[in-house]
């Protein structure tokens, strides 16, 4: 299906990234990695402006043009207890200040029917505590993936994916923890990776500023005190 084409996929040595990198492989794409991990195409930090700008021109000196753009790699995860002014930075600067400069550098090298996927989370609408710098940055590339359909109308479809609980090491669950989930499992890798290459591809022509959410339809249940099994509990300090 994508025989030829050139996907760059962030953070795609490991987890979530990886499973997308080896779906593109599968489908005849190159793939170009950038990871602070080994791995067989570039290593280096996406917080860093001068590592974006050897990237993406080591892209284009290999290849000249980009098909696919998939924003992969994950941001610090660190709360209001323990987050620094520099941790919290940091974060954005990976979780949303790569994604727009990278596309900026690759934007005049887009071929006919490009796509670019943000991956965002479902803590883009729901939170746990102590989850501040991730939830931010996670927020923030969900909003710049309908800024970068508009500003890229007519030339790249741009698309975000929210997952939810996935469990990179392909886990299977059983219990509440798979029952608690409307579809009765937890998330794989290869949940996301089939949603990356279907916005990526020709079937997906009228998709673009759209999120998402693959997480087993857990933020579409409601669910209260005594609903569903389910019971408030909690411990008074003493």
Known sequence: MFQGKIAVITGGAQGIGKAIAEAFRA???????????????????LAD?????????????DHGHV???????????RGLDQCSYEDFNYALRVGVTAPFYLTKLFAPHFAPGAAIV???????RMSQPQTESYTAAKGGIAALTHALAVSLAGRVRVNSIS???????YTVYE???????????????????????FLC????????????????????QMIYHNDCGWKLERTEAP
């Open 201 to 220: 591809s020709d079937k997906a022509g009228f998709i673009t500023g759209e999120n998402i959410c693959i997480d087993g339809g857990m933020t579409r």
């Open 175 to 197: 219990g509440p923890d798979a029952i608690q989930q409307p579809v009765g499992r937890v998330g794989n890798p290869m949940d996301i990776a089939h949603m990356a290459l």
């Open 67 to 77: 098909d696919y753009l998939i924003h992969n790699a994950p941001p610090l995860m």
């Open 163 to 169: 997952p939810g609980w996935i469990d990179t090491d």
């Open 27 to 45: 489908e005849g794409a190159k793939v170009c990695i950038i990871d602070q991990q080994s791995n067989d195409y570039f290593v280096g930090d």
């Open 118 to 124: 943000n991956l965002s989370s479902s803590r883009d």
């Open 49 to 61: 402006q001068a590592v974006l700008e050897a990237f993406a021109a080591k892209v284009l000196a």
